[in-house]
């Protein structure tokens, strides 16, 4: 590890995939609660637009990403409480929009364009300036999910409850969509636009597997979050491996050992139910 | 119900359109403390938007609605699916979401807030599962952290939209009861949205049809005996001779 750490961007590295895992942990557990995890990986895809207008503009390409993913995020929240169309036929259209838009623009993009470093990530070549962004967008977030936390919560549980208590249901809905769209931004420059709304899901799926109470699911898929980006990222330097692939397949083999022991949890809950009382 | 109180609640010719249909039209009726009002009919004739209309969560098109209630004043119970019982919130942490509003993550809830908490379990029989996970429980069990959640946030008026709904018979009537008493014991008021006639009517003081843009409000026997209702109460004798039952047409 002392090793990989000597190594300037292997730091900055590091920096991203905490960063990537600890605001998925936070924002994942919404997503993966309220059903949002295919309006997450419609915004991820729809980040892909935004990216190319920075490149043919030659500006930086996380902030065109952001405004994009925000704009779509939102498009996606207000078309759907509109009640017009059904939220995945909205994101079906818009990410495929997102998608065809970008590799319109990208055509026109002079010069080479890394696109499998845009689509499956390249957390080793983050610039300093590019990290000191993450942080401060990932600090965003992190501060409106954990201030606001009980009113999430709370609409969460239920929009109507939570309007009658006098909670902005409306505010507090975009919110937490904007939120989606720039951990996914976050996430990009670690594992991809294609993957980056794996880190979404997976860590909170694999922590309900086998945590009960909110508390315990939020603290599990941190750790299951981090393991996978410190992991995914000694994988990618020591095998060389791109680390969006790597860093999603540790967290899917997590995800696969959480499963294994909630059956062997249930199956030793039955097999006790079912034992003879002693003395029979 | 108590006579010389004010009523908590005031609808004076109250007209609700959804999706271009008028739903309710010139509804006029006041609900008192501790009454417990049944508010019955078939479905789509609009119990629920009455519902949503008392809660603050629809506007009116006409008529006027007065709350006197104050601020927390009414608590709604919905249906079940209108919940997420998969956040793994215990018990006492789907209360707090009403009585500790705008906290953060790491916010504890202090003495005396789990004090009114561990009150409002024990009012609707469930004291000491403030620590259970609230989706382990029964639907009965649901309904019954609903009802103390809206009690612990200063309710008077109490809303429940088809409480029976998933519950079997003894949950039913153990809810019922359980409403009955606390619109008796602490000048509460239910308004409740059934499908179960005969469940809520022997129950409720008084009751209020809904059907076809059309109502009739009154006390249960005179709605029993009523030509009103005939045809929502399965297999029941045809009701007849109800010249007291102020109903008029939409």
């Known amino acids: ?280 | 119900m108590s006579g010389n109180a004010l009523p908590l609640l005031e609808l004076e010719g109250v007209r609700v359109e959804r999706d271009g249909r008028t739903v309710l039209d010139g509804l006029t009726l006041q609900v008192h403390p501790g009454e417990f009002l049944a508010v019955v009919g078939p479905n789509g004739a609009g119990k629920s938007t009455l519902l949503q209309v008392m809660a603050s969560l629809l506007p009116v098109q006409g008529g006027r609605v007065v709350r006197r209630v104050g601020p927390g004043g009414i608590g709604y119970v919905p249906q079940k699916r209108a919940f997420n019982d998969q956040l793994g919130l215990r018990v006492a942490d789907v209360i707090a979401l009403r009585v500790v509003p705008r906290a953060s993550l790491f916010r504890r809830v202090r003495p005396e807030e789990r004090r009114v908490i561990a009150q409002a379990l024990e009012q609707v029989g469930l004291a000491g599962l403030g620590a259970r996970l609230f989706q382990e429980l029964s639907g009965g069990e649901q309904q019954r952290v609903l009802l103390a959640r809206a009690l612990a946030g200063g309710a008077r008026l109490l809303l429940l939209d088809e409480p029976e709904q998933a519950l079997d018979l003894p949950a039913q009537r153990h809810l019922y009861q359980l409403l009955a008493r606390l619109c008796g014991q602490t000048g509460v008021a239910c308004v409740v949205v059934s499908h179960d006639i005969e469940q809520v009517a022997a129950h409720a003081q008084r009751m209020l049809l809904l059907r076809d843009q059309t109502w009739a409000l009154g006390s249960v026997a005179q709605l029993l005996a009523s030509p009103a209702l005939t045809g929502l109460t399965e297999g029941g004798p045809e009701k007849v001779g109800v010249s007291e039952v102020p109903e008029r047409a939409g």
């Open chain 1, 1 to 280: 590890m002392s090793e990989i750490l000597a190594y300037e961007f292997m730091r900055r590295a590091l920096v991203v995939v905490l960063l990537a895992g600890g605001l998925s942990s936070l924002v994942g557990f919404f997503v993966v609660s309220q059903r949002l995890a295919f309006a997450g990986h419609g915004v991820a895809h729809s980040a892909y637009g935004g990216l190319a207008v920075g490149l043919l503009l030659g500006t930086s390409s996380f902030w065109t990403g952001t405004l994009f993913a925000v704009a779509v995020a939102l498009l996606i929240g207000w078309i759907t409480r509109r009640g017009r169309l059904a939220e995945d036929t909205t994101i079906g259209i818009l990410h495929a929009a997102a998608m065809a838009l970008g590799t319109a623009i990208l055509s026109r993009v002079p010069g080479y364009v890394d696109l499998f470093s845009l689509l499956f990530g390249n957390v080793l070549a983050a610039q300093a300036a590019e990290v000191r962004a993450l942080a401060l967008v990932g600090g965003g977030v992190a501060l409106f999910v954990i201030l606001r936390f009980h009113d999430l919560m709370s609409v969460a549980f239920s929009e109507e409850l939570a309007r009658i208590d006098g909670r902005s249901v409306e505010v507090l809905s975009y919110g937490l969509l904007v939120a989606v769209a720039l951990v996914v931004m976050v996430s990009v420059r670690a594992v991809g636009v294609v993957l980056a709304s794996a880190l979404l899901v997976i860590p909170t799926a694999a922590a309900r597997q086998v945590a009960s109470g909110y508390r315990q699911v939020l603290g599990l898929s941190l750790v299951v979050s981090l393991v996978s980006g410190v992991g995914g990222l000694i994988l990618s330097f020591l095998w060389d491996l791109p680390s969006g692939a790597s860093i999603v397949l540790v967290a899917t083999f997590l995800f696969g050992l959480s499963l294994a022991a909630r059956h062997w949890r249930e199956r030793r809950r039955r097999g006790l139910a079912l034992a003879p009382f002693p003395g029979r």
